[in-house]
Nanobody, 121 residues
Framework: QVQLVESGGGLVQPGGSLRLACTGS????????IGWFRQARGKEREQILC????????YYKNSVKGRFTASRDSAKETIYLHMNDLKAEDAATYLC??????????????WGSGTTVRVSS
């Protein structure tokens, strides 16, 4: 059974950067789609990025293009979300999820519990 744990959240100043990690256990993530989502208080959960099992971009939210990127370290069974030029509106709880090779969105199979990002001066 796949378990996912996010880490790397915290407080960052506007314009700053953070790297979130999502580490899987139980099954290999090598061929899985990986998605990153976020949910701010009082708002609906939204998909940010999703990459296929071979790292093709399936979804890339317009508001984070050029600022956020995803990468995978298969040896460590870890997926990263690199966030640059953070803005106040990026503050949210960020969650990772996995699915079949090219399965993205809210139907993904496994979900982490989230790590919280705060953006403040």
């Amino acid at each position: 059974q796949v378990q996912l744990v996010e880490s790397g959240g915290g407080l960052v100043q506007p314009g700053g950067s953070l790297r979130l990690a999502c580490t899987g256990s139980g099954e290999s993530l090598d061929d899985a789609a990986i998605g990153w989502f976020r949910q701010a208080r009082g708002k609906e959960r939204e998909q940010i990025l999703c990459i296929s099992g071979t790292n093709e971009i399936i979804y890339y939210k317009n508001s984070v293009k050029g600022r956020f990127t995803a990468s995978r370290d298969s040896a460590k069974e870890t997926i990263y979300l690199h966030m640059n030029d953070l803005k106040a509106e990026d503050a949210a709880t960020y969650l990772c999820a996995t699915g079949g090779f090219d399965t993205c969105g809210y139907i993904m199979d496994h979900w982490g519990s989230g790590t919280t990002v705060r953006v403040s001066s």
